[in-house]
Protein backbone atom coordinates (compact mmCIF):
# COMPACT_ATOMS: atom_id res chain seq x y z
CA UNK A 1 0.00 0.00 0.00
CA UNK A 2 1.23 3.65 -1.26
CA UNK A 3 1.87 6.31 1.33
CA UNK A 4 0.18 9.43 0.82
CA UNK A 5 2.31 11.79 -1.00
CA UNK A 6 2.25 14.44 1.89
CA UNK A 7 3.04 11.42 4.36
CA UNK A 8 6.38 10.71 2.18
CA UNK A 9 7.19 14.22 2.54
CA UNK A 10 7.12 14.74 5.99
CA UNK A 11 9.06 11.44 6.53
CA UNK A 12 11.70 12.48 4.22
CA UNK A 13 12.16 15.59 5.93
CA UNK A 14 12.06 14.64 9.34
CA UNK A 15 15.06 11.96 7.84
CA UNK A 16 17.40 14.67 6.89
CA UNK A 17 16.67 17.32 9.36
CA UNK A 18 17.66 14.37 11.79
CA UNK A 19 20.64 13.82 9.36
CA UNK A 20 21.51 17.40 9.43
CA UNK A 21 20.66 18.35 13.83
CA UNK A 22 23.30 15.61 14.18
CA UNK A 23 25.83 16.56 11.75
CA UNK A 24 25.58 20.08 13.34
CA UNK A 25 26.04 18.59 16.82
CA UNK A 26 28.70 16.43 15.46
CA UNK A 27 30.22 19.79 13.97
CA UNK A 28 29.87 21.31 17.32
CA UNK A 29 31.85 19.10 19.19
CA UNK A 30 34.36 18.84 17.49
CA UNK A 31 34.64 18.49 14.09
CA UNK A 32 37.20 15.81 14.14
CA UNK A 33 39.60 14.59 11.38
CA UNK A 34 38.91 10.87 10.69
CA UNK A 35 40.62 8.35 12.25
CA UNK A 36 43.73 7.40 9.52
CA UNK A 37 43.94 3.55 8.38
CA UNK A 38 47.33 3.36 9.46
CA UNK A 39 49.70 0.18 9.10
CA UNK A 40 52.94 1.23 10.95
CA UNK A 41 53.23 3.24 14.17
CA UNK A 42 56.44 5.13 13.74
CA UNK A 43 56.11 6.50 17.54
CA UNK A 44 56.26 2.92 19.16
CA UNK A 45 59.37 2.50 19.63
CA UNK A 46 60.24 5.38 21.50
CA UNK A 47 56.99 5.70 23.55
CA UNK A 48 57.71 1.90 24.45
CA UNK A 49 61.39 2.78 25.52
CA UNK A 50 59.67 5.85 27.84
CA UNK A 51 57.63 3.02 29.93
CA UNK A 52 59.14 -0.44 30.16
CA UNK A 53 61.51 -0.04 32.86
CA UNK A 54 59.20 1.37 35.11
CA UNK A 55 56.34 -0.81 34.52
CA UNK A 56 58.73 -3.91 35.13
CA UNK A 57 59.60 -1.92 38.20
CA UNK A 58 56.35 -1.99 39.16
CA UNK A 59 55.65 -5.49 38.22
CA UNK A 60 58.65 -6.49 40.16
CA UNK A 61 57.11 -4.42 43.52
CA UNK A 62 53.57 -6.65 42.75
CA UNK A 63 52.13 -3.75 42.26
CA UNK A 64 50.33 -4.87 39.28
CA UNK A 65 48.57 -7.95 39.81
CA UNK A 66 48.69 -10.90 37.94
CA UNK A 67 45.47 -11.18 35.38
CA UNK A 68 44.32 -14.32 37.02
CA UNK A 69 43.88 -11.82 40.75
CA UNK A 70 41.09 -9.47 41.70
CA UNK A 71 41.97 -5.76 39.98
CA UNK A 72 44.41 -6.26 37.65
CA UNK A 73 44.92 -2.35 36.98
CA UNK A 74 46.78 0.32 38.40
CA UNK A 75 47.80 4.02 37.59
CA UNK A 76 51.94 5.41 38.05
CA UNK A 77 52.22 9.02 38.20
CA UNK A 78 55.57 10.36 37.35
CA UNK A 79 56.73 12.76 40.58
CA UNK A 80 59.67 13.81 38.90
CA UNK A 81 58.26 14.91 36.02
CA UNK A 82 55.22 16.87 37.63
CA UNK A 83 57.77 18.53 40.09
CA UNK A 84 59.44 20.15 36.28
CA UNK A 85 56.76 21.21 35.07
CA UNK A 86 55.53 23.06 38.32
CA UNK A 87 59.05 24.72 38.19
CA UNK A 88 58.76 25.45 34.40
CA UNK A 89 55.36 27.27 35.19
CA UNK A 90 57.32 29.13 37.75
CA UNK A 91 60.09 30.18 35.99
CA UNK A 92 58.02 31.88 33.05
CA UNK A 93 56.17 33.75 35.14
CA UNK A 94 58.36 34.34 37.91
CA UNK A 95 57.08 37.53 39.16
CA UNK A 96 55.67 38.07 42.82
CA UNK A 97 52.53 39.91 41.30
CA UNK A 98 51.49 36.37 39.80
CA UNK A 99 49.65 34.13 42.07
CA UNK A 100 49.06 30.73 40.48
CA UNK A 101 46.00 28.57 41.14
CA UNK A 102 46.64 24.35 40.03
CA UNK A 103 43.03 23.02 39.07
CA UNK A 104 42.20 20.81 42.03
CA UNK A 105 39.59 19.21 39.42
CA UNK A 106 42.06 17.83 37.02
CA UNK A 107 43.76 15.52 39.44
CA UNK A 108 42.41 15.85 43.06
CA UNK A 109 45.18 13.25 44.50
CA UNK A 110 46.41 14.51 47.55
CA UNK A 111 49.93 13.51 47.11
CA UNK A 112 49.78 15.24 43.94
CA UNK A 113 48.00 18.28 45.51
CA UNK A 114 50.70 18.49 48.08
CA UNK A 115 53.68 18.74 45.91
CA UNK A 116 51.77 22.14 43.93
CA UNK A 117 51.71 23.24 47.57
CA UNK A 118 55.48 22.10 48.63
CA UNK A 119 56.44 24.16 44.93
CA UNK A 120 54.90 27.43 46.83
CA UNK A 121 51.69 27.40 44.05
CA UNK A 122 48.01 27.59 45.10
CA UNK A 123 45.27 25.75 44.14
CA UNK A 124 41.91 26.43 42.01
CA UNK A 125 38.74 24.71 43.37
CA UNK A 126 35.25 24.03 41.73
CA UNK A 127 33.91 23.68 44.86
CA UNK A 128 33.46 24.02 48.60
CA UNK A 129 34.90 20.18 49.00
CA UNK A 130 37.71 21.06 46.95
CA UNK A 131 38.21 24.31 49.03
CA UNK A 132 38.53 22.38 52.17
CA UNK A 133 40.55 19.64 50.22
CA UNK A 134 43.55 22.63 49.53
CA UNK A 135 43.30 24.09 52.95
CA UNK A 136 43.70 20.80 54.54
CA UNK A 137 47.14 20.58 52.12
CA UNK A 138 48.25 23.82 53.40
CA UNK A 139 47.30 25.58 50.29
CA UNK A 140 48.60 29.23 50.66
CA UNK A 141 46.65 30.95 47.53
CA UNK A 142 43.08 29.48 46.68
CA UNK A 143 40.73 30.57 44.02
CA UNK A 144 37.23 29.24 44.38
CA UNK A 145 35.19 28.96 41.16
CA UNK A 146 32.00 27.44 40.90
CA UNK A 147 28.58 28.80 38.91
CA UNK A 148 26.56 27.00 41.75
CA UNK A 149 27.75 28.69 45.32
CA UNK A 150 25.76 28.91 48.47
CA UNK A 151 26.33 31.34 51.13
CA UNK A 152 26.83 28.94 53.62
CA UNK A 153 29.83 28.27 50.72
CA UNK A 154 31.23 32.15 50.65
CA UNK A 155 31.03 31.83 54.64
CA UNK A 156 33.35 28.82 55.24
CA UNK A 157 35.66 30.24 51.90
CA UNK A 158 35.84 33.63 53.19
CA UNK A 159 35.21 34.13 56.65
CA UNK A 160 37.14 30.62 58.08
CA UNK A 161 40.22 30.82 55.46
CA UNK A 162 41.25 33.64 54.85
CA UNK A 163 43.59 32.59 51.80
CA UNK A 164 40.74 31.81 49.81
CA UNK A 165 40.01 34.21 46.85
CA UNK A 166 36.40 33.39 45.47
CA UNK A 167 35.45 34.49 42.00
CA UNK A 168 31.37 35.30 41.55
CA UNK A 169 29.45 33.99 38.80
CA UNK A 170 26.09 35.59 39.31
CA UNK A 171 24.28 38.31 40.36
CA UNK A 172 22.12 36.93 42.45
CA UNK A 173 25.43 35.73 44.58
CA UNK A 174 25.81 39.47 44.82
CA UNK A 175 23.29 39.25 47.75
CA UNK A 176 25.00 36.96 49.78
CA UNK A 177 28.29 38.66 49.83
CA UNK A 178 26.25 41.51 50.76
CA UNK A 179 25.18 39.44 53.42
CA UNK A 180 27.60 38.51 55.09
CA UNK A 181 29.91 42.13 55.03
CA UNK A 182 26.43 43.35 56.83
CA UNK A 183 27.00 40.86 59.20
CA UNK A 184 30.51 40.70 59.64
CA UNK A 185 31.93 44.75 60.36
CA UNK A 186 35.23 43.77 60.02
CA UNK A 187 35.94 41.54 57.20
CA UNK A 188 38.68 42.61 55.51
CA UNK A 189 37.74 42.30 51.80
CA UNK A 190 40.58 44.10 50.18
CA UNK A 191 41.88 41.53 46.71
CA UNK A 192 39.29 38.82 48.00
CA UNK A 193 36.30 38.59 45.72
CA UNK A 194 36.04 39.04 42.13
CA UNK A 195 33.44 38.76 39.32
CA UNK A 196 33.92 35.87 36.31
CA UNK A 197 33.16 37.49 33.08
CA UNK A 198 32.56 35.71 29.41
CA UNK A 199 35.13 37.28 27.17
CA UNK A 200 32.85 35.35 24.41
CA UNK A 201 35.53 34.97 22.36
CA UNK A 202 34.14 32.09 20.76
CA UNK A 203 34.28 28.19 21.25
CA UNK A 204 37.68 26.39 20.58
CA UNK A 205 37.65 22.92 18.70
CA UNK A 206 35.71 21.22 21.50
CA UNK A 207 32.73 22.77 22.56
CA UNK A 208 31.69 20.42 25.91
CA UNK A 209 35.30 22.62 27.71
CA UNK A 210 35.28 25.85 25.78
CA UNK A 211 33.95 28.54 28.11
CA UNK A 212 33.52 31.52 25.90
CA UNK A 213 30.53 31.02 23.55
CA UNK A 214 28.17 33.58 23.66
CA UNK A 215 25.46 30.77 25.51
CA UNK A 216 27.89 29.58 28.31
CA UNK A 217 26.95 28.31 31.34
CA UNK A 218 29.89 30.19 33.11
CA UNK A 219 29.83 33.88 34.28
CA UNK A 220 28.16 37.15 32.61
CA UNK A 221 28.79 37.48 29.11
CA UNK A 222 30.55 40.91 27.98
CA UNK A 223 28.48 41.87 25.02
CA UNK A 224 27.13 45.59 23.82
CA UNK A 225 24.11 44.77 25.42
CA UNK A 226 25.00 44.11 29.00
CA UNK A 227 29.06 46.23 29.49
CA UNK A 228 27.10 49.27 31.19
CA UNK A 229 25.27 46.72 33.54
CA UNK A 230 28.24 44.69 34.17
CA UNK A 231 30.43 48.06 34.88
CA UNK A 232 26.87 49.09 37.20
CA UNK A 233 27.97 46.30 39.04
CA UNK A 234 31.74 46.95 39.84
CA UNK A 235 30.63 50.86 40.56
CA UNK A 236 28.00 49.96 43.02
CA UNK A 237 29.91 47.20 44.55
CA UNK A 238 33.37 48.29 46.05
CA UNK A 239 34.38 45.36 47.32
CA UNK A 240 34.23 44.07 43.90
CA UNK A 241 38.06 43.80 43.29
CA UNK A 242 38.96 41.78 40.28
CA UNK A 243 37.75 40.37 37.14
CA UNK A 244 37.91 36.84 36.04
CA UNK A 245 37.73 35.04 32.33
CA UNK A 246 38.35 31.75 31.45
CA UNK A 247 37.43 30.58 27.59
CA UNK A 248 38.48 27.29 28.29
CA UNK A 249 40.49 24.29 27.90
CA UNK A 250 41.80 21.33 25.33
CA UNK A 251 40.88 22.62 22.06
CA UNK A 252 41.56 26.23 22.85
CA UNK A 253 44.48 27.07 20.75
CA UNK A 254 47.15 29.83 22.64
CA UNK A 255 45.56 32.68 20.40
CA UNK A 256 42.28 32.21 21.59
CA UNK A 257 43.90 32.32 25.32
CA UNK A 258 45.83 35.30 24.47
CA UNK A 259 42.34 37.03 22.87
CA UNK A 260 40.09 36.15 26.03
CA UNK A 261 42.96 37.96 28.23
CA UNK A 262 42.99 40.99 25.69
CA UNK A 263 39.40 41.58 26.38
CA UNK A 264 39.93 40.97 30.08
CA UNK A 265 42.32 43.97 30.14
CA UNK A 266 40.55 45.83 27.70
CA UNK A 267 37.48 45.37 30.26
CA UNK A 268 39.83 46.49 33.21
CA UNK A 269 40.72 49.48 31.51
CA UNK A 270 37.42 50.74 30.89
CA UNK A 271 35.96 50.11 34.77
CA UNK A 272 39.07 52.28 36.01
CA UNK A 273 38.06 54.63 33.82
CA UNK A 274 34.87 54.90 35.60
CA UNK A 275 36.74 54.86 38.46
CA UNK A 276 36.20 51.28 39.89
CA UNK A 277 39.55 49.83 41.64
CA UNK A 278 40.46 47.12 40.01
CA UNK A 279 43.40 44.98 42.06
CA UNK A 280 43.07 41.82 40.51
CA UNK A 281 42.73 40.22 36.90
CA UNK A 282 42.50 36.25 36.61
CA UNK A 283 43.48 35.10 33.15
CA UNK A 284 42.40 31.55 33.89
CA UNK A 285 43.88 28.08 32.76
CA UNK A 286 43.12 26.55 29.22
CA UNK A 287 46.73 25.78 27.81
CA UNK A 288 46.11 22.45 26.07
CA UNK A 289 48.84 19.66 26.38
CA UNK A 290 48.94 17.00 23.67
CA UNK A 291 47.18 12.96 23.20
CA UNK A 292 49.24 12.25 20.48
CA UNK A 293 52.61 13.71 21.05
CA UNK A 294 54.98 12.39 23.30
CA UNK A 295 55.95 16.18 24.64
CA UNK A 296 53.43 19.11 25.68
CA UNK A 297 51.92 20.91 23.04
CA UNK A 298 53.11 24.26 24.65
CA UNK A 299 55.48 25.13 26.47
CA UNK A 300 54.96 28.29 29.35
CA UNK A 301 57.44 30.20 28.47
CA UNK A 302 55.69 30.25 25.06
CA UNK A 303 52.36 31.24 26.49
CA UNK A 304 54.29 34.12 28.33
CA UNK A 305 55.75 35.40 25.03
CA UNK A 306 52.37 35.49 23.28
CA UNK A 307 50.82 37.26 25.99
CA UNK A 308 53.76 39.80 26.86
CA UNK A 309 53.57 40.57 23.08
CA UNK A 310 49.70 41.22 23.06
CA UNK A 311 49.01 42.66 26.83
CA UNK A 312 52.12 44.40 27.98
CA UNK A 313 50.02 45.77 31.00
CA UNK A 314 49.20 42.89 31.89
CA UNK A 315 52.96 42.34 33.35
CA UNK A 316 52.95 46.01 34.87
CA UNK A 317 53.10 44.79 38.46
CA UNK A 318 49.88 46.86 39.20
CA UNK A 319 47.56 44.06 39.21
CA UNK A 320 47.62 40.53 41.07
CA UNK A 321 47.44 37.90 38.10
CA UNK A 322 46.02 34.54 38.78
CA UNK A 323 46.04 31.48 36.65
CA UNK A 324 44.23 28.47 36.24
CA UNK A 325 46.27 25.71 34.80
CA UNK A 326 45.30 22.23 34.90
CA UNK A 327 45.73 19.99 32.17
CA UNK A 328 48.87 21.05 31.08
CA UNK A 329 50.35 20.17 34.57
CA UNK A 330 49.22 17.12 35.23
CA UNK A 331 48.24 15.18 32.00
CA UNK A 332 51.93 14.00 30.80
CA UNK A 333 52.78 12.65 34.02
CA UNK A 334 50.38 9.75 34.64
CA UNK A 335 49.81 6.65 32.74
CA UNK A 336 47.01 3.77 33.24
CA UNK A 337 48.03 0.39 33.23
CA UNK A 338 45.74 -2.92 32.68
CA UNK A 339 46.47 -6.71 32.27
CA UNK A 340 44.90 -7.67 29.25
CA UNK A 341 41.52 -9.71 30.02
CA UNK A 342 40.49 -11.57 26.96
CA UNK A 343 41.48 -10.50 22.75
CA UNK A 344 38.12 -11.50 21.07
CA UNK A 345 39.77 -12.42 17.62
CA UNK A 346 38.39 -14.46 14.28
CA UNK A 347 35.93 -16.07 14.33
CA UNK A 348 34.20 -13.73 16.43
CA UNK A 349 35.64 -10.24 16.13
CA UNK A 350 37.62 -10.90 12.60
CA UNK A 351 38.76 -7.27 11.78
CA UNK A 352 39.08 -5.45 14.45
CA UNK A 353 40.30 -8.01 17.04
CA UNK A 354 38.27 -6.45 20.58
CA UNK A 355 40.99 -6.30 23.63
CA UNK A 356 39.14 -6.40 26.65
CA UNK A 357 40.80 -4.35 29.69
CA UNK A 358 40.04 -3.91 33.47
CA UNK A 359 39.41 -0.38 33.35
CA UNK A 360 36.88 1.69 30.89
CA UNK A 361 34.28 4.17 31.26
CA UNK A 362 34.64 3.75 35.13
CA UNK A 363 37.29 5.64 35.12
CA UNK A 364 37.14 7.31 31.05
CA UNK A 365 34.08 9.46 30.88
CA UNK A 366 35.01 11.15 27.96
CA UNK A 367 36.87 8.63 26.21
CA UNK A 368 33.64 6.63 25.91
CA UNK A 369 31.53 9.03 24.98
CA UNK A 370 33.43 11.26 22.70
CA UNK A 371 36.25 8.92 21.53
CA UNK A 372 36.88 10.69 18.40
CA UNK A 373 37.75 13.51 20.43
CA UNK A 374 39.46 12.53 23.98
CA UNK A 375 41.66 9.73 21.50
CA UNK A 376 44.91 8.67 23.47
CA UNK A 377 48.28 7.15 22.71
CA UNK A 378 47.96 3.36 23.85
CA UNK A 379 51.44 0.49 23.79
CA UNK A 380 51.03 -3.27 24.96
CA UNK A 381 53.82 -4.86 26.41
CA UNK A 382 54.20 -8.23 27.31
CA UNK A 383 53.64 -9.42 30.40
CA UNK A 384 56.27 -9.03 32.24
CA UNK A 385 56.58 -5.37 31.29
CA UNK A 386 59.24 -6.02 28.11
CA UNK A 387 58.34 -4.74 24.43
CA UNK A 388 55.98 -6.86 22.81
CA UNK A 389 58.03 -9.35 20.76
CA UNK A 390 54.87 -8.75 17.82
CA UNK A 391 55.92 -5.44 17.92
CA UNK A 392 56.53 -4.93 14.06
CA UNK A 393 53.24 -6.82 13.27
CA UNK A 394 50.24 -4.23 14.02
CA UNK A 395 46.58 -4.49 13.43
CA UNK A 396 43.94 -2.50 14.38
CA UNK A 397 41.75 -3.35 17.44
CA UNK A 398 39.66 -2.00 19.54
CA UNK A 399 39.52 -1.69 23.02
CA UNK A 400 36.16 -1.82 25.46
CA UNK A 401 36.38 -1.80 29.26
CA UNK A 402 34.72 -3.82 31.85
CA UNK A 403 31.11 -1.90 32.61
CA UNK A 404 27.87 -3.47 31.73
CA UNK A 405 27.15 -1.44 28.40
CA UNK A 406 27.51 -1.15 24.93
CA UNK A 407 29.36 2.13 24.89
CA UNK A 408 32.44 1.24 26.53
CA UNK A 409 34.95 1.91 24.97
CA UNK A 410 38.72 3.13 25.46
CA UNK A 411 39.56 3.40 22.21
CA UNK A 412 38.35 1.57 18.28
CA UNK A 413 40.72 1.21 15.67
CA UNK A 414 44.15 1.78 17.32
CA UNK A 415 47.17 -0.41 16.03
CA UNK A 416 48.42 -2.90 18.33
CA UNK A 417 50.51 -6.11 17.91
CA UNK A 418 48.61 -8.95 16.26
CA UNK A 419 49.87 -11.13 18.92
CA UNK A 420 48.17 -9.44 21.84
CA UNK A 421 46.72 -11.75 24.14
CA UNK A 422 45.43 -12.40 27.79
CA UNK A 423 48.18 -11.46 30.45
CA UNK A 424 49.95 -8.71 28.55
CA UNK A 425 49.96 -5.39 29.89
CA UNK A 426 48.16 -2.53 28.24
CA UNK A 427 49.45 1.05 28.58
CA UNK A 428 47.16 3.84 28.59
CA UNK A 429 49.70 7.50 28.32
CA UNK A 430 48.54 10.59 29.31
CA UNK A 431 46.21 10.05 31.85
CA UNK A 432 47.10 12.22 34.86
CA UNK A 433 44.15 14.49 34.26
CA UNK A 434 40.75 14.63 34.32
CA UNK A 435 40.62 10.64 34.63
CA UNK A 436 40.46 9.62 37.82
CA UNK A 437 38.81 12.61 39.35
CA UNK A 438 35.89 12.04 36.70
CA UNK A 439 36.05 8.46 38.25
CA UNK A 440 31.85 6.71 37.92
CA UNK A 441 30.54 4.13 40.63
CA UNK A 442 28.41 2.48 38.11
CA UNK A 443 28.92 -1.25 38.34
CA UNK A 444 30.25 -0.90 41.68
CA UNK A 445 33.84 -1.56 40.18
CA UNK A 446 36.50 -0.84 43.15
CA UNK A 447 38.78 2.42 41.69
CA UNK A 448 42.52 1.37 41.27
CA UNK A 449 45.69 2.33 42.95
CA UNK A 450 47.67 5.30 42.39
CA UNK A 451 51.42 4.59 42.47
CA UNK A 452 53.72 7.63 42.40
CA UNK A 453 57.61 6.96 41.48
CA UNK A 454 60.72 8.70 41.03
CA UNK A 455 64.05 8.08 39.05
CA UNK A 456 66.67 6.64 41.36
CA UNK A 457 70.30 5.24 41.04
CA UNK A 458 69.27 2.23 41.04
CA UNK A 459 65.92 1.71 39.51
CA UNK A 460 62.71 3.54 40.78
CA UNK A 461 61.22 4.09 44.00
CA UNK A 462 57.73 3.93 44.84
CA UNK A 463 55.18 5.28 46.90
CA UNK A 464 51.18 4.91 47.55
CA UNK A 465 49.40 7.83 46.15
CA UNK A 466 45.97 5.92 47.00
CA UNK A 467 45.69 2.50 47.78
CA UNK A 468 42.86 0.18 45.95
CA UNK A 469 39.35 0.20 46.88
CA UNK A 470 38.02 -2.20 48.87
CA UNK A 471 34.86 -3.81 48.07
CA UNK A 472 33.12 -2.59 51.26
CA UNK A 473 34.56 1.30 50.95
CA UNK A 474 32.84 1.01 46.93
CA UNK A 475 29.24 0.02 48.25
CA UNK A 476 29.39 1.97 51.56
CA UNK A 477 28.50 4.79 48.70
CA UNK A 478 25.21 3.42 48.56
CA UNK A 479 24.37 4.15 51.80
CA UNK A 480 23.46 1.59 55.26
CA UNK A 481 21.45 -1.71 55.33
CA UNK A 482 19.50 -0.43 57.45
CA UNK A 483 18.68 3.24 56.94
CA UNK A 484 17.99 5.31 60.26
CA UNK A 485 15.37 7.82 61.06
CA UNK A 486 15.28 11.37 60.58
Not at 212 to 220: D, I, M, P, V
Not at 230 to 235: D, S
Not at 302 to 320: E, V
Not at 417 to 422: D, E, L, Y
Request: hydrophobic share 40%; glycine share 10%.
Amino acid sequence: MSCPKEHHNMAIGALVGGALMYMCQKNRAANPAPVKMQSADPQLPERSAAVTDVVQAAIAKGLLPDGKEMGPSCDLYDLDALDARLAQLKAAFGEDFFAHGIAVKANPTAGCLARVVEAGIGLECASVGEVGHSIALGAKHVIFDSPCKTKADFKYALLENKHVYVNLDNEREFEDIEEIIRENPGFDYNKRIGLRINPVTGAGAIASVSTAARGSKFGLPLVPETKQRLIGLYKKHKWLQGVHIHVGSQGCALELLVKGARTCMDFVAELESHGCNIKVVDIGGGMPTSYTAIGEAHSFHDYRAALQNAIPQLFSGKYTVMTEFGRCVFTKPGVTLSRVATVKGAPYHPEFPLVVAHIGSNQFVREAYLGDIWRHRFTVLDSKGKQHTGGNDLKLHDICGPLCFQGDYLVKKVLLPSSTQFNDVLVMHDTGGYTLAMYSKYNSRQAGPVYGYRKTASGYSFVVLKARESVSETTAFWGPKNPPSV
